[in-house]
C-alpha cells in the first residue's frame, strides 16, 4: 500500500483523492539531502532512508580525526534539518538491497515502494582486494571512523609514554598515512601540528615532537587533482611541517605493527587508510553496467539505462561530461542532488529533462596552519590567502547556525592557543598485536620524588 500523504504534502492544487506520487531517496548525505530539499513544496512524497540519523559534513570530518572539532559540529540530525518540510519523512534503516522490477528497496526485511528513487548511499574504503587491511588501517568515511581514528592516534602517545621497550615506543610513534589525496594530506599535516604543537610539554618519558608523520602515495604527486606547482607547494608545506612524504611508494602490506612499501619495512601502530574509494555495493542491484570502482554508469540526465524512473547521484554515479568524469566531491553531489530535484519536478509537470551540467566550483585542500592550496581553473591560492579562503568556504558551507559558531570559535582557539579541544578518547584502541601489556616503568620525575622521601 502507498503511504498516505501528510497535510501539507499535496502543492499546486493537486487532487486529494489522486494516488501520491512516491519518491524514495537513499542516502542522506550531500546528494540524497539536496535532493530532498529541491522537492519541498513539489506534489510528491518524500521517503529519505538512511542507516545512520544525521547528515555528515564530510570535508571536516579528519578534524573530527585529529581532536579539532567535536563530532555535533560536523553533524546535523536529518529529521532536524527537514522539520519543516511536510512531505519528507526519514526513515532510519538499512537498505539491504533493490528490487527494480517491483520498484521496491527492502528496508530491514521490509518492502517500501516508489514511484522514483533516488539511489545515492555514496562510497567506503577501497582496499584493492586487501580487505584484511581493514582493520590495521582504518579509513575515513563515518563519525564512527573518525572517532576511532582519534582514540588511536591520542592513545599511541600514552602507550608511548607507559612503554620501557624503546622499539615499540618508536613504532607507536611512527604514523603512517596511505594516500596522497586532500584526506591524507590534510590528516597527515594536522598530525604533524599536534605532534609538535598541540602536547608539547605534557609528557614527561616521551617527546612528541619525535613523533615520525610518513605520507605515502603511489602517484607520482600529492594531491593529483591539483596542478603540478600546487603540488609542489603543498609537498614543500608537509615538508615545513616535518611530515616525511614518499611519492612513488606503494604499500604491498600492511599488518599489526608493520607497513611494508617500496621495498622497506616501516614499524608502525599507527596507519590510516586514504588511498582509495569503493562505490556502495548498492549499485550492483539495479542490474546496469558499472565502474571498475563499482559506480552505476548513468545517462546525462543521471537515470539509468531502460529506468528512467530510477536517478543515481553522488559518489555512486558515474558521470561523464565532456569527456572528463564528474569528481567525486561534496560540491558536485550537491549539484546532482539540486539536478534530481528539478528532474522530477520537470517530468511531474510533463517538461522534458534537461541533462545534467556540472559546474566546477575549484578545488581546496589544507595542508596546515596558515598553509592550503586553492584552484580556480586558472585562478590559483596557496598560503595563508589560501588558508582564509578554505576556512570562509567551510564556514559557509556548513549546515546550522550553530554549527558555524561553534566551529569557528573552536578554530580561533586552536590558532590562538594550538590546543585542540575534542582530546577525549572514548574507545581506547588497545594492543593490536596480540601481544600482552608491559609493566610500566616509573618516570625519571617519579623516581626522584621517591628517592627523596
Known sequence: MRQQTPRGAMAGGADPAAPIHHV???????????????????????????????????PL??????????????????????????????????????????????????????????????????????DDWRE?????????????????????????????DPALRD????????????????????????????????????????????LLEAGPRVLPAF??????????????????????????????????????????RTVLWAAGVAASPLGADLGVPLDRAGRVLVGPDLTIPGHPEIFVAGDLAASVQDGRAVPGVAPAAKQMGRHVARAIRARRAGRAVPPFRYRDQGALATIGRRSAVVEFGRWKLWGWPAWWFWLAAHIVFLIGFRNRLVVLIDWAWSYWTYQRSARIIVAAEGTDDGSQPEAIAPSAAIRATSASE
Open 24 to 58: 524514495v531517496i537513499v542516502g542522506g548525505g550531500f546528494a540524497g539531502l539536496w535532493a530532498a530539499r529541491g522537492l519541498r513544496d513539489a506534489p510528491v512524497q518524500v521517503t529519505l532512508v538512511d542507516r545512520r540519523n544525521h547528515h555528515l559534513f564530510q
Open 61 to 130: 570530518l579528519y578534524q573530527v580525526a585529529t581532536a579539532g572539532l567535536a563530532a555535533p559540529s560536523v553533524a546535523a540530525p536529518l529529521r532536524y534539518i527537514l522539520r519543516r518540510q511536510a512531505n519528507a519523512t526519514m526513515l532510519l534503516g538499512e537498505v539491504e538491497r533493490i528490487d527494480v522490477a517491483r520498484r521496491e528497496v527492502r528496508v530491514d526485511g521490509r518492502p517500501l515502494p516508489y514511484d522514483q528513487l533516488v539511489l545515492a548511499a555514496g562510497a567506503t574504503h577501497s582496499y584493492f582486494g586487501h
Open 136 to 164: 590495521v588501517a582504518p579509513g575515513l568515511k563515518t563519525l564512527d571512523d573518525a572517532l576511532r581514528i582519534r582514540a588511536r592516534v591520542l592513545s599511541a602517545f600514552e602507550r608511548a609514554e607507559a612503554s620501557r
Open 171 to 214: 613504532a607507536l610513534l611512527n604514523f603512517v598515512v596511505v594516500g596522497g589525496g586532500p584526506t591524507g594530506v590534510e590528516l597527515a599535516g594536522t598530525l604533524a601540528e599536534i605532534a609538535r604543537h598541540t602536547l608539547r610539554g605534557e609528557f614527561r618519558r616521551i617527546d612528541p615532537a619525535r613523533a615520525c608523520v610518513l
Open 227 to 268: 596542478s603540478p606547482e600546487q603540488s609542489e607547494r603543498a609537498r614543500q608545506a608537509l615538508l615545513q611541517l616535518g611530515v616525511t612524504v614518499c611519492t612513488g611508494t606503494a604499500v604491498t602490506r600492511v599488518a599489526p605493527g608493520v607497513v611494508e612499501a617500496g621495498g622497506r619495512s616501516i614499524p608502525s
